[in-house]
């Protein structure tokens, strides 16, 4: 399994792949189905400074292809994750992703401060791409001096490495990318959900109680490896690639896109196996494309032919 | 809980729009628990995306053999009610916790009202209460008499009285009209169907003892995507229960509908 294994800033993982924030809880419900350190890491999710309920349900309707959500970052908040769902993970060999979200710099500060103490937390993931709250994430998330500046000031106080996730409700996510780089940024994960609505035909009002609703799954992966084909090529730090997840071969999809390791998201929900059965369809496929170590493929659709691409 | 392909013995249409679906596979032998559910893939491609919960209708532990029913509405359920004899389906389960079955004792009476496509988990309950010896009375709702199935087999367990809306079969009305016309006497409620159903009998038996089930739309069915919370009655704020993972059953008042 020695060709699978990746190294990124704070994370040394022996496979590129994660369960994404948001849809792996807290670890607890997919240690039911196996044994967590198979995984390459795992993303939990966001934490906020005070304990929160989130937005009222309905809070997920199916679409093509995919699904909207817009659960409003519910979680206990940073206290009592650190106290309460943190501890079960060190019984298992993997690297946690803290997400982290807040309304105002001082909230993302101070869970920035904490959680990165906390022993099993081996990187933050800066979330400022959360499109179902009205304070908390995407406010941060489509302006690059707003991004940079938070993304400076949570460097500043967390005693781990930052990874920023970016949203792809932007209109240059290359610029966006640029900006959180400059400001100290240890490496990128992109992409968050699409904002998204579906109305009921019967009701003749947006399904999801919130309206909007962030669009994931198999339907929004073009839009996740055109932005990371796009950004890796900008920046120089590593790039966890995520948005529509489903197979071994997407995952090698991300990788030559330019992402580093890949997070698996929605799928989680479809088949609470898929991360370990990714896992061990990967060597096989790397055999079959040549390949003899994953990350050979990193980077490999323009890094082939040498020509940058077209900048947006 | 786990995931395996079982297969189908058998699909029938029982109702309108009801389907009646057998299935057989080892992770049935699982499934002792009545209330709980199960996740199923309706398809191999991305169209639909998400499995259906589908509540668990009657297990044959021995046959290692489940019944669901199930009333075909969108798209997921309509791909369901194709698969025939021989054809595998992607099931998840069982999943949730299902009704305790040890609050009352032998000889007392279980009162079951179920709404709906709320009536199959009630048919498990009511066959598992009376082996542990306690009488069962049904009150089944439904919106007419085409709408309306599995009498008869809830007559094996017991009385049954059925409500329609259009009067067609039965009382008139909702199940808390039969409640309001008819004297039962009765230990305990237990209680599945929609929201609505479940807030009227709330507002009718204010100091009722037993358990209600609960429906919500569902992302992963396991607890991991918070798609299914619900507030707790006096709890604080931030307060909540994942209607998949710490129900779908939970005590009368515990859940704020």
């Known amino acids: 399994m020695k060709k699978l294994s990746v190294s990124l800033p704070g994370l040394e993982m022996k496979n590129p792949i994660m369960p994404a924030s948001g849809c792996f809880g807290f670890g607890k419900e997919y240690a039911e189905f196996y044994d967590l350190s198979v995984l390459g890491a795992a993303a939990i999710k966001a934490a906020t400074r005070e304990p929160r309920f989130g937005n009222p ?31 079960h993970l060190q019984s298992y060999d993997l690297p946690i992703v803290a997400n982290i979200a807040g309304s105002t710099e001082e909230d993302y500060c101070e869970v920035a401060r904490k959680i990165s103490l906390h022993p099993q ?34 460097k500043a106080v967390s005693a781990k490495p930052v990874y920023v996730k970016l949203s792809p409700n932007v209109s240059n996510i ?53 932005m990371i084909h796009e950004v890796s090529q900008a920046v120089s730090i590593p790039i966890i690639g995520m948005g529509g997840v489903s197979s071994a071969e997407d995952v090698i999809e991300f990788m030559l896109a330019g992402a580093s390791a890949v997070a698996i998201g929605t799928a989680n929900f479809v088949d609470p196996y898929i991360c370990p059965e990714i896992i061990s369809q990967l060597p096989e496929l790397l055999e079959k494309m040549n390949v003899n170590h994953i990350t050979e493929l990193i980077g490999g659709s323009w890094k082939e032919c040498g020509t940058p691409s077209l900048s947006r | 809980m786990k995931k395996e392909f079982v297969q189908v013995i058998s699909q029938k249409e ?41 509540s668990i209708c009657d297990v044959d532990v021995e046959s290692k053999t ?47 009202v179920g709404g709906g496509i709320g009536v199959p988990p009630l048919y498990y309950l ?59 006497n009765y230990d305990l409620l237990y209680s599945c169907g929609p929201t609505v159903m479940l807030k009227a009998l709330e507002a009718q038996i204010p100091d009722a003892n037993g358990f209600f089930s609960l429906e919500e739309r569902m992302g992963c069915g396991i607890g991991a995507c918070f798609a299914c919370v619900c507030h707790v009655n006096g709890g604080a704020p931030s307060d909540y229960v994942k209607i998949c993972s710490n129900g779908p059953v939970f005590p009368i008042g515990r859940v704020a509908l």
């Open chain 1, 174 to 226: 290359t610029e966006m990318a640029l900006a959180v780089e400059e400001a100290g940024a240890d490496g990128l994960s992109m992409i968050n959900t699409l904002l998204g609505m579906r109305i009921d035909l019967k009701t003749r009002k947006p399904v999801i109680a919130n309206k909007t609703g962030g669009l994931s799954g198999p339907a929004i992966k073009p839009v996740a490896i055109r």
């Open chain 1, 121 to 154: 937390v081996s990187v933050l993931e800066l979330n400022i791409s959360c499109p179902n709250v009205k304070e908390g994430g995407i406010q941060f998330g489509t302006d690059a001096a707003t991004a940079a500046a938070l993304t400076k000031k949570v």
């Open chain 1, 57 to 87: 349900t309905p809070r997920v309707a199916e679409t093509h292809s995919g699904m909207l959500n817009a659960i409003g970052l519910q979680n206990p908040g940073v206290d009592q994750i650190m106290e309460n769902e943190l501890p």
């Open chain 2, 14 to 54: 029982i109702a309108h729009q009801i389907f009646e679906l057998k299935v057989q596979g080892e992770v049935i032998a699982e499934m002792t628990s009545p209330g709980q559910f199960v996740h199923l893939r309706v398809s191999d491609s991305f169209q639909p995306l998400l499995r259906r919960p589908i």
């Open chain 2, 66 to 112: 489940l019944t669901m029913l199930y009333r075909k509405e969108g798209a997921g359920t309509a791909l369901l009610s194709q698969k025939r004899e021989g054809e595998t389906v992607d099931l998840l389960g069982p999943l949730g916790n299902g009704f305790p079955l040890d609050t009352l004792s032998s000889g007392q009476t279980a009162l079951l």
């Open chain 2, 126 to 184: 009511a066959k598992q209460l009376k082996r542990r010896g306690m009488n069962i009375v049904s009150v089944l709702g439904f919106q007419s008499e085409q709408d309306a199935f599995y009498n008869e087999k809830f007559a094996e367990q017991g009385e049954v009285f059925i409500s329609t809306v259009d009067g067609s079969l039965g009382t008139k009305g909702f199940v808390t009209d039969v409640l309001k016309n008819e004297d039962i």
